[in-house]
Nanobody
Framework: QVQLVESGGGLVQAGGSLRLSCAAS?????MGWFRQTPGKEREGVAT????????HVYDMVKGRFTIAQDNAQKTLYLQMDSLRPEDTATYYC?????????????????????WGQGTQVTVSS
């Protein structure tokens, strides 16, 4: 059974940093992070080809967030710096078996088969 378990969320002031972790039962070729706020659709944050160094960070967090992985530890990370109140959301670790389009920036929530339970990030102003 595939398990993705996020941790590292919490409350932080604007301008601060958090690092999210996703402990995976197995690593997939394409993994990433999505987020969702109440009443809105889930949106992509960052994706990574875990077999190499290709990553994609979506425009709204580009320059502030970084995605990385430790394959030996089966862990995916999301380093979030210069946080803003609009980054407040539930953050989800996601994975898919197909590599196709992984870092092209156009994959949507429906393209990922596996989801974690989410971790809440709240940024106060």
């Amino acid at each position: 059974q595939v398990q993705l378990v996020e941790s590292g969320g919490g409350l932080v002031q604007a301008g601060g940093s958090l690092r999210l972790s996703c402990a995976a039962s197995e690593m997939f070729l394409c993994m990433g992070w999505f987020r969702q706020t109440p009443g809105k659709e889930r949106e992509g944050v960052a994706t990574s080809y875990t077999g190499g160094r290709l990553t994609h960070v979506y425009d709204m967090v580009k320059g502030r967030f970084t995605i990385a992985q430790d394959n030996a530890q089966k862990t995916l990370y999301l380093q979030m710096d210069s946080l803003r109140p609009e980054d407040t959301a539930t953050y989800y670790c996601v994975a898919r078996r197909s590599l196709h389009g992984c870092t092209a920036g156009h994959l949507g929530a429906a393209d990922f088969e596996y989801w974690g339970q989410g971790t809440q990030v709240t940024v106060s102003s």
